[in-house]
């Protein structure tokens, strides 16, 4: 028997991840919920008969406790850079695997660097094996596979869909602080339109603006390319509030400003309904190049959450099972570059050369 905990199983992501768990993991595996709230598991438990583990992360102790019986955690709690260092922390000390959800570039850097800890402790540590960056990871690998040499990278999406209350929680905390890419391997910070182009994700060509997904980490490691950056499909109107967003940066930034932003998203924010994650669908866009050769690739995949839960689960899985490599990973650099092709409703254009 195994053990998979879910931290943050009640979140709207969270609630997903669980219904997808019970119905693909076998019976050799325990499901346990867990959480900061005690009523919120309670009710979430009895729903769906399942144990569960009321706990913050405030103190190491009291998370060890809950972990030393326990063989992998999969976090669901975001803002991810308030909750991926305690489980960490934590699962070093009790041999435990760690995976997330997370998208943020600062916990993927900060996790990469604990590499040397994990080979020491002999436990796996994955994020971001959601939406972020299951399908631009693994787009990445792929785009790599064709042009080994090169120097540039860039990504995108565009996705049809609305957000959870989570993700927009975590966009908040971020708000002000502008856009980063890769730069001669390094993070840089940029402002918040560094870049605008068309971009066709397969769909025709729409406006594109670079924003800080979580690949200008994670595709430098898993691809090897010193220079990445990363598009999302927006309308141009909010290219001029991205712009705004700059000069507003210091007060963006005041903690007075967050908790009332934050209050404004838990009042009006839930998420996509069933009819809306069974209609929806992201496209994804990558370009390689080595200054020579350019060759470019695309992905279709189920609406966002939709496959979050997927991946997820079956990231869960694969690492229960000891397929999981131990030391820090990326989506692409523990299942490889057809991770992502291996789910219902996920296609891929093959690399090919983008003619001059």
Not at 115 to 142: I, K, S
Not at 195 to 219: K, N
Request: net charge negative; charged share 30%.
């Amino acid at each position: 028997m195994s053990t998979l905990l879910v931290y943050g199983s009640y979140g709207y992501t969270g609630e997903l991840v669980v219904d997808r768990a019970v119905e693909e993991l076998d019976d050799d595996t325990d499901l346990v919920l867990a959480g900061r709230s005690p009523s919120k598991l309670e009710a979430q438990a009895d729903d769906h008969d399942l144990p569960s583990r009321a706990f913050t992360l405030d103190h190491q102790r009291v998370v060890e406790r809950h972990l030393d019986d326990v063989d992998a955690v999969l976090n669901c709690a975001g803002p991810f850079s308030r909750t991926a260092d305690a489980l960490v922390d934590t699962c070093v000390n009790t041999g435990t695997d760690y995976l997330d959800i997370t998208g943020e570039i600062e916990v993927f850097e900060a996790l990469a660097a604990r590499d040397p800890e994990a080979e020491e402790a002999d436990v796996a540590v994955l994020p971001g094996v959601g939406f972020d960056v299951v399908p631009t990871d693994c787009l990445a690998a792929h785009l790599a596979e064709a042009l080994p040499d090169a120097t540039d990278l860039s990504l995108g999406f565009q996705a049809f869909g609305s957000f959870s209350r989570g993700t927009m929680r975590t966009a908040v905390e971020s708000i002000g602080e502008g856009g980063a890419v890769r730069r001669d391997g390094r993070v840089t910070a940029v402002s918040s339109v560094h870049d605008t182009r068309d971009i066709d994700f397969g769909a025709g060509e729409t406006l594109a603006v670079t924003v800080p997904w979580g690949d200008v980490s994670t595709a430098y490691r898993s691809t090897g390319v010193p220079n990445v950056q990363v598009y999302t499909a927006v309308p141009e109107r909010a290219i001029r509030a991205l712009e705004a967003t700059d000069s507003l940066a210091p007060l963006l930034d005041r903690e007075w400003v967050q908790r009332t932003l934050s209050a404004v998203v838990d009042r009006t924010v839930v998420g996509p309904d069933e009819d809306d994650r069974e209609e929806g669908r992201a496209l994804v866009w990558g370009e390689i190049t080595d200054g020579e050769e350019t060759f470019e690739a695309r992905l279709e995949t189920p609406e966002t959450y939709t496959l979050t839960a997927m991946t997820a689960v079956e990231a869960a899985r694969r690492t229960l099972d000891g397929e999981t490599p131990t030391g820090y990973q990326t989506p692409s650099s523990a299942f490889g570059a057809e991770f992502v092709t291996e789910f219902e409703g996920v296609e891929r254009e093959d690399a090919t050369p983008v003619e001059e």
